[in-house]
């Protein structure tokens, strides 16, 4: 049985546990040592979906945050996460008042593309009350060619009734997908547990490393690293993962370390722009990133269903979860003092409501514990502004006076 | 030993300052130009009018920092630093009791809290928007027909004030429109356009605190108008500096003074 009580994970001395961590890390990395080259090949989004399609792979679309992908996996269907397509917002705004996060924009601009890779419908998790409408909109108002599904995510503390409603809606979407895609078998699912349960333990390994500077990948490759997960089979996910070698040694200090929050990572021009100025991040609590693996090392799937309930109330507090501030806070700390950080940065996507919520709170906690904070919004465009540019310079101005040497 | 020059360049979105300093940090000469569309032109042309002005040659500088959005095009820096960090620096020099700078520029307005060095604790920036700067105030003198000394007269803060509900330069201007087609007196206009961009700043300030002296820098800082209800909003006076827009100018110099004793001590 795991801690169920949110406050026992936070009194824990370790996040993950480290010992397990570094074993495992040992033993993984003889076993792959042979196959292992220098470069992290990261296979580009839309290549990898258009190969999958060619192969006959079912694809589904799905919007953000938390759903089982292990429950879609065991139906062979291959979830391509829809987060922040590039392009330009036209036909969305036709449906979408203007202050609506540019995700949900996005997302559904994407959809109206009725683009070919999805050929096996959408899902929208209840991740906020915009998706939630999106959801909806789509469904019942536009109309796309595909199969619309939802996902009611449970919001709020964990409790019994929370997790008997959990095993409930894990277990009607099971049945909805069995109508178009035949009985699960349990093995299925159990399979497509363990293949998920290794890369939980693999990205939380990745997690630990990052915090005690333990590779060599740039702040742009780590969370290219990261986002992979979005749109890859899982079993191409944890090889690329396991390619990823962890140092026994701690890297060379940067200049700043840095903790990053929020729903997505900062945008590769301001990625590069951070490796350029020697500034790591050290730590994510990103909706997209950590915030989707469980906060301990768990047990090896024996009931999968069971295991998929105990999984969903281990992730880590989340504003979109409403699971109170206080937690959110007492966790964030932690991940504070573990990743050593000089400073946080929330990467705030713009109009984006259960962030928005707990940000000022958070901000001005943060800021009374001494830690520099810095607030960057984003409306997920491309490019490095001049005032962006500005922004962090003097934020990391502001902590070159102040990092303890 | 013969002195040693320090000199520091700011080229903002509007305008370009030089100033050249001393080792005893004393101002020998400061210069204000329109940036224009070649920042880098402008910086070594208000260079080149310092020195002329403190009899010296480029030659003697011993370390010159820029600052400002074009920092990065002074070919002939030794160093960069965000204005963020000059103002900051430049406000401490002048008023050492200073907590908490405001710098309103044409295109960015910044609150920044510093400490008993001059040192940045926190700092504030508007976004994208040109809602509450310099910018904002000239859309608008252009549109009432006003030269910018005229918006800025105190004496239209005393008398009564349309309030302009919108802080978007774009929807503002439009309110400006009706109300000057409904006749409504200019001064009136101002001052309600003085308020808005204060209310604007404020919230920027409220978002730091306020912290110890508060001194105001930036081009914006010569409005007389604005000093004044920004004063009323306080509840304390404002340290205005003489010439506001060199303060950027003037923290890069005593920045690039810093970096060069760095440099040399070690
Ligand atoms: N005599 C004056 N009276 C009133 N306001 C003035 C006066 N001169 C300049 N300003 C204001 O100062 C603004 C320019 O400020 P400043 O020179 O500090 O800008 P900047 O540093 O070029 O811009 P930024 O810092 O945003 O890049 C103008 O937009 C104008 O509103
Ligand atoms: S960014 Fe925020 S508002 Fe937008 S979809 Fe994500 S959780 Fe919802
Ligand atoms: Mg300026």
């Given at each position: 049985m795991y801690p169920f009580d949110a406050i026992v994970y936070l009194q824990?001395?370790?996040?993950?546990k480290r010992s397990d961590l570094e074993q495992r890390a040992q033993i993984d990395a003889m076993s792959i040592n042979d196959t292992k080259d220098k470069v992290l090949k990261i296979p580009d989004r839309s290549d990898y979906l258009r190969d999958q399609r060619r192969s006959g792979q079912e694809i589904m679309g799905v919007l953000p945050?938390?759903?089982?992908r292990e429950l879609l996996w065991a139906f062979n269907i291959l979830p391509a996460e829809i987060w922040d397509p590039p392009g330009e917002i036209l036909l969305a705004n036709v449906h979408?008042?203007?202050?609506?996060?540019p995700i949900v924009k996005r997302g559904l601009e994407f959809i109206l593309k009725s683009?070919?890779?999805?050929?096996s419908g959408y899902l929208f998790p209840h991740t906020c009350d915009s998706l939630q409408n999106l959801g909806t909109q789509v469904k019942?108002?536009?109309?796309?060619?595909v199969p619309v599904y939802t996902f009611y995510n449970p919001k709020g503390e964990f409790n019994k009734a929370s997790k008997r409603y959990y095993s409930e809606i894990l277990f009607n979407l099971q049945k909805t997908l069995e109508k178009s895609h035949g009985l699960l078998s349990q093995n299925q699912l159990k399979a497509a547990c363990e293949l998920g349960h290794k890369i939980d333990i693999r990205r939380q390994m990745l997690h630990a490393a990052l915090m005690e500077d333990r590779?060599?990948?740039s702040n742009r490759e780590y969370f290219q690293l990261i986002r992979a997960a979005e749109y890859m089979q899982g079993q191409d996910y944890l090889d690329l993962l396991n390619h990823v070698e962890i140092n026994e040694q701690i890297g060379v200090a940067p200049r700043a370390r840095l903790l990053v929050t929020g729903?997505?990572?900062?945008g590769d021009d301001i990625l590069n722009f951070l490796d350029e100025s020697r500034?790591?991040?050290?730590s994510e609590d990103l909706l997209s990133g950590s915030?989707?693996?469980?906060?301990v090392e768990m047990?090896?799937?024996?009931?999968p269903m069971e295991y998929l309930v105990e999984r969903f109330f281990l992730l880590p507090p989340c504003s979109t979860k409403a699971g109170g501030l206080d937690k959110r806070l007492q966790y964030l700390k932690k991940l504070i003092a573990k990743s050593r950080c000089h400073g946080v940065l929330f990467n705030t996507v713009k109009f984006c409501e259960p962030e928005l919520f707990d940000q000022h709170f958070l901000i001005k906690s943060m800021k009374v514990m001494g830690l520099p904070v810095l607030n960057l919004e984003t409306e997920l465009q491309p490019g490095l502004s001049g005032q962006e540019k500005t922004r962090i310079e003097a934020f990391l101005e502001m902590l070159d006076e102040g990092v303890p040497v | 030993m013969a002195d040693l020059f320090f000199g520091g360049i700011d080229v903002g979105s509007l305008s370009t300052e030089a100033v050249i300093i001393n080792s005893e940090e004393q101002v020998l000469a400061e210069v204000v130009l329109i940036t224009g569309v070649n920042g880098s032109e402008a910086a070594q042309k208000a260079l080149n009018q310092a020195l002329e002005l403190a009899e010296l040659?480029?030659?003697?500088?011993a370390a010159l920092t820029s600052t400002g959005?074009?920092?990065?095009?002074?070919?002939?820096?030794?160093g960069k630093t965000t204005e963020i960090s000059c103002h900051g620096v430049g406000a401490h020099h002048l008023?050492?009791?200073?907590?908490t700078v405001i710098d309103v520029g044409g295109q960015d307005s910044k609150v920044i809290q510093i400490d008993d060095r001059g040192h940045m604790l926190d700092f504030s920036m508007n976004d994208?928007?040109?809602?509450?700067?310099?910018r904002f105030l000239e859309v608008m003198a252009d549109r009432l027909e006003l030269e910018l000394d005229e918006l800025s007269?105190?004496?239209?803060?005393t008398g009564p004030s349309t309030p302009?509900?919108?802080?978007c330069t774009v929807f503002a201007e439009s309110e400006v429109i009706s109300l000057l087609a409904k006749d409504t007196p200019r001064e009136q206009i101002v001052n309600g356009l003085q308020r808005s961009i204060v209310n604007r700043i404020w919230s920027m300030v409220v978002s730091i605190g306020i912290h110890g002296e508060v001194t105001i820098t930036g081009g914006?800082?010569?409005?007389q108008g604005l000093i004044k209800v920004l004063e009323e909003k306080l509840g304390q006076k404002l340290n205005v500096?003489?010439?506001?827009?060199t303060v950027g100018a003037l923290g890069a110099a005593l920045i690039a003074k810093r970096h060069h004793s760095d440099s040399t001590s070690t």
């Open positions: 824990r001395d370790d996040h993950y945050a938390l759903y089982p979408l008042q203007a202050s609506i996060c683009p070919e890779i999805i050929n019942d108002l536009i109309g796309v060619p590779f060599d990948l729903i997505l990572p900062p500034v790591r991040i050290v915030r989707r693996i469980p906060i047990d090896q799937p024996d009931d | 040659a480029q030659s003697q500088i959005y074009g920092r990065a095009s002074v070919p002939f820096a030794t008023f050492p009791s200073t907590g994208k928007c040109a809602a509450g700067t310099g007269n105190p004496a239209y803060i302009i509900s919108s802080t914006v800082a010569k409005n500096p003489k010439n506001p827009q």
